[in-house]
């Protein structure tokens, strides 16, 4: 008996260091990332891998926000994220509601159509977006950038969206529409909620 918890802690034991292993290679570059930010030029290039300096420079963040115009860029992320992720929530929550719950012509066809998109490689459809971006004179703007992002996410999370309502109890709809509530009403009130 003893030497069958023995040999459980053992494995157990083995199974935590390699695990554990993996995790500090895993996390490295971004310790390393962390660690060189905060090194002098001439630390960086000089023990340019190693995760310990000598001098420690907070002022490099002062320094790269000023300098850099990071304020600028950090706007930017900030404007394209909350944009994006407000679009495509939007824009795939209503898609997946009315695929989850809706009959209508040509429901299986469209629902094979945008399978099939998800297997195509981004490669192929990269002129496609310049050319759409394009057209509606949206190059190097923070909107093109946000209508690719939204573009590239839909069918994915309308699916998403869709597994979820489908999962919802269809008597909350009919006791929502029997008490007076429209299609998006339901949408907005039962559905999303």
């Known amino acids: 008996m003893k ?7 053992a494995f ?4 935590h260091s390699i695990f554990l292993a993996f995790g500090i290679v895993y996390m490295y570059p971004f310790l390393w990332m962390i660690a060189s930010s905060l090194k002098t030029k001439s630390e960086f290039f ?5 995760l310990f300096s000598q001098q420690v420079r907070w002022n490099n963040y002062a320094e790269a926000w000023a300098s850099a115009k990071f304020s600028i860029y950090f706007s930017n992320t900030l ?3 909350i944009m994006s992720t407000a679009l495509i929530i939007l824009i795939t929550s209503m898609a997946g509601y009315v695929l989850a719950r809706k009959k209508f012509p040509g429901k299986r066809v469209l629902v094979g159509i945008m399978l099939a998109t998800l297997f195509l490689p981004r490669g192929y459809t990269i002129i496609p977006i310049f050319e759409i971006v394009k057209a509606f004179n949206l190059l190097n703007t923070l909107w093109a950038v946000i209508i690719v992002n939204v573009g590239t996410s839909v069918v994915f999370n309308t699916f998403l969206f869709a ?4 999962t919802l109890p269809k008597e909350l709809e009919d006791s929502a529409t029997l008490d007076g509530a429209n299609f998006p009403q339901v949408y907005l009130h039962i559905a999303i909620r």
């Open 163 to 166: 597994g979820y309502f489908v």
């Open 79 to 81: 404007f394209v994220s």
């Open 46 to 50: 000089k023990n340019g891998l190693s």
């Open 12 to 15: 157990r034991v083995f199974g």
């Open 3 to 9: 030497t069958y918890h023995i040999r459980q802690f």
